[in-house]
């Protein structure tokens, strides 16, 4: 029988401690996973006992993935709070910086491209070290509708998406023959912190809902259906896509 059970089994999400990231911790937790969320402040901590005091086995850390070494320190505190193993790694942090390109600040594209990709490949990686030996695991990263347009004022989020896209791809041909499972979840407009901009520029949402198939914008919910699916054995032969979850935006 298909199963989509995910109870017992080791989890990290980073950018766990709101929006999206926090959606699918939950998702993972209220399924019966052990999790350490990562977040860049003291909400990690808060987020984390928060879940604790509705019973669910949460851990929280914080952890800078601007920072290469807080990165790899990090990831080995969290190992270490779920006992050696690894099976579901969730790389739902990122940022976004908005400006016209011609004035675009190199630091600013820099450190997109750290907390959006590179510290994406990181996290694989350290997390294949540990999957390759136990014969199986889930990565699913977060890619977005900008991993297929390019958008406008916003170059760095976009390469750093497109960015998603393609290493998914590319690690899912390496380690989809040993048992681990690389994918992704394209969020199209979701309503979190990240666009508090736009959904308060009455113009611009009405003009983004009008195009949406589904009329209205996403939640964090809207992810935990399509996140269990890839981080449970349901999607064993599933491996290099790209899942948009976008109400349709794609699609038109
Ligand atoms: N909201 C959307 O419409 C949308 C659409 C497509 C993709 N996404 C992607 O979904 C993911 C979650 O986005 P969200 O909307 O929930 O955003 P959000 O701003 O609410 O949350 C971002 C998370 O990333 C974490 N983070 C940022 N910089 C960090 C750093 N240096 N170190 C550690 N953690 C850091 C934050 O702590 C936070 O938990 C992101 O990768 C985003 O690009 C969002």
């Known amino acids: 029988m298909t199963s989509f059970d995910v109870s017992g089994r080791k989890a990290i999400v980073t950018g766990g401690t709101r929006g999206l990231g926090m959606g699918m911790a939950e998702a993972l937790l209220e399924a019966g996973a052990e999790v350490v969320i990562f977040g860049s402040g003291e909400s990690a901590k808060a987020v984390a006992e928060e879940f604790r005091g509705r019973g669910f086995a949460c851990h929280g850390l914080i952890v800078d993935l601007a920072d290469a070494a807080a990165r790899g320190a990090g990831f080995d505190a969290a190992l270490a709070l779920l006992g050696g193993r690894l099976d579901i790694l969730v790389t739902a942090a990122g940022v976004q910086k908005r400006h016209k390109s011609e004035e675009f600040p190199l630091e600013d594209f820099d450190a997109v491209l750290e ?86 520029d009455a113009g611009r949402n009405a003009e983004i809902t009008a195009r949406i198939p589904a009329r209205r914008w996403g939640v964090a919910d809207d992810m935990k259906g399509p996140l269990l699916f890839l981080a449970s054995e349901a999607s064993d032969y599933v491996n290099g896509a790209i899942l948009p979850v976008d109400g349709g935006y794609l699609g038109r």
Request: charged share 10%; glycine share 10%.
């Open 115 to 200: 907390v959006n990709l590179t510290s994406v490949f990181d996290l694989c990686q350290r997390a294949a070290r540990v999957m390759l030996p136990q014969g199986r695991g889930k990565i699913v990263n977060i890619a977005s509708l900008l991993s297929f347009f390019g958008g406008l004022t916003v170059p760095a989020y976009a390469a750093s998406k497109g960015g998603i896209a393609q290493l998914t791809k590319a690690l899912a041909n390496e380690w989809a023959s040993q048992g681990i499972c690389v994918n992704a979840i394209a969020p199209g407009y979701m309503a979190t912190d990240m666009n508090t901009a736009l959904l308060a």
